[in-house]
Structure formats: C-alpha cells, structure tokens
C-alpha cells in the first residue's frame, strides 16, 4: 500500500530529525574519543613535513622545481586527497563497532527512522574530512604552500571536488564497516583508502614511475582527483583528468551506497 500523500512530510521530518540525532551522537563520540581522529591525521602531516623537510630540495629537483617551495605546491593537494582517505578509516571502524556492540538492536526496538544510523555516520564522516582537510590545509600554509592564480571560482570547484571525493570515499568506507566482522577488520580492509595515495602522482609525477608500475599510479580514483586539484590550485594542466575524477566519485559513490544499503537491509532482517 502507497504512502498516504498527507503523511510524507511527517515521514521526512522524523527521518530528519532521526538523521541529525544521529549526526549529533557521531560527532560526541569523534569529540569524546579524538585518538582514533588524531592517529589518522598525523600519517599526512607527518608525510607532508617529511618529505618537504627531508626530501624538498631533491624531490623539487626531481620536478624540474628551483627550489623547495615548487615541490610544497606540488605535493599538497596530494597530501589533501591522502587525508580524506584516512579520516574515512575512522568512519569504517565506528560503523563496524555499531553493527557489532549491539546498539543497532536497540535501535530496532525504538520509533527510530531505519536509515538514519548510516545517515549520520556519512554525514559525520565528510564534516570530518573537510575539517581534517582544513587543519592540513592550514598546516601546509604555515610551511609556506600558497595558491595566488587560484580564482574564487576554482576555489570553490576544488572544495567541491574534496568533499564529492570524500563522500565517495565515505560510502565505500560504510560499505567496509558493514561487512566487517569486527572493528580491527574493518580498520585493515580500509587501509587501502590510504595506501593507494602512495601509488598516485601526490609524490611524484606518473609518467617518470617505471614503465611496469605507471599503470597502476594512472588507472586509480586518486590520480586523476590529484591533478585535477592541482590544476584548479595551482594553475597546471587539467586535460581530462576533471571529468575522469568526477566519474570516479560518482562511481565510487553509487557503488558504496548500493553495497552500504544492501548490506545495511540484510543486517536488519
């Protein structure tokens, strides 16, 4: 039987207000237990201080830069991207801890919007990505990374391109909470989401990796949503990388919603 017409904006206002409780009730617990959140931040800034510090002057070498300053502008929308992969970690090992600590169950019993769990753990999850992303940001313009040919309107497309990518990424992470037995699991089946990173262009440029290795640095999401960032940062070559990223996140993002919902639908029966 349909939904009476008269009663859907009732439905809407409890699938809300049930989504923001949960929002709210995800970012108590990143703020009660912040540990988990720092660990994953300090993999990116500890890499961005390294290899600007120890490694600058020859990676920047490496790029055909003058000095140490072209290799921080180089690697910092990499190190953004990197960071979005490690704060959704956090998201699959909390996701995974309520399938498995039993406050799903106890939700079940309660007037409680069914979707509104996952809800408020994607949003939660990109809220954190952009505020992690923020704080490396800002880390990065302390050591002397800045963007002055960026227009406002690139500004604005790049900071739209690191929260798409983040909510894709967030959806595969949910999908890897949900599937994984126990919160340890779900921490190892995300790593990937900072590993590929490595194997990207955020160090060094693809066309100077072996000939063997560079299909793997090419055809990945990273990549493409590296250079497109530095292009809109940074003024440099776009080509088709743009669109490639967008079909990434899309593809990403509607992959790991179907593998979330479906995964999410069988727990629940």
């Not at 017409?5 to 207000?17: F, G």
């Not at 967008?246 to 029966?269: D, H, I, P, T």
Request: net charge neutral.
């Amino acid at each position: 039987m349909s939904t009476p017409a008269a009663t859907r904006p009732a439905r809407i206002s409890l699938a809300v207000r049930d989504s923001t409780t949960m929002l709210r009730r995800n970012l108590l617990h990143a703020r009660r237990y912040p540990s988990l959140t720092l660990n994953l931040l300090l993999t990116p800034v500890m890499l961005l201080l390294l290899f600007v510090y120890i490694f600058g002057d020859v990676m920047s070498a490496g790029i055909g830069g003058a000095d140490r300053s072209d290799y921080i502008a180089y690697i910092v929308p990499g190190i953004l991207m990197m960071t979005i992969g490690g704060t959704v970690i956090g998201t699959a090992v909390s996701v995974s801890t309520d399938m498995n600590e039993g406050i799903i169950a106890r939700f079940r019993t309660m007037a409680v919007y069914r979707g509104s769990v996952i809800v408020g753990h994607v949003v939660g999850s990109v809220l954190q990505c952009v505020a992690s992303v923020l704080l490396v940001g800002a880390v990065a313009v302390a050591i002397g990374f800045r963007s002055a040919d960026a227009t406002a309107v690139e500004w604005l497309a790049a900071f739209g391109l690191l929260v798409l990518f983040g909510l894709a990424l967030t959806w595969i992470a949910v999908g890897m909470g949900l599937a994984s037995p126990n919160a340890e699991a779900a921490a190892n089946s995300a790593q990937p989401l900072i590993l590929l990173p490595l194997i990207s262009s955020a160090f060094i440029p693809a066309d100077t990796m072996p000939g063997w290795f560079r299909p793997i640095a090419e055809y990945q999401p990273f990549t493409p949503a590296i250079e497109t960032l530095r292009g809109l940062l940074l003024g440099t070559e776009i080509g088709d990388n743009g669109w490639i990223a967008l079909a990434w996140c899309l593809g990403l993002a509607v992959l790991g919603y179907r593998w979330s919902a479906a995964r999410f639908n069988s727990e629940q029966k």
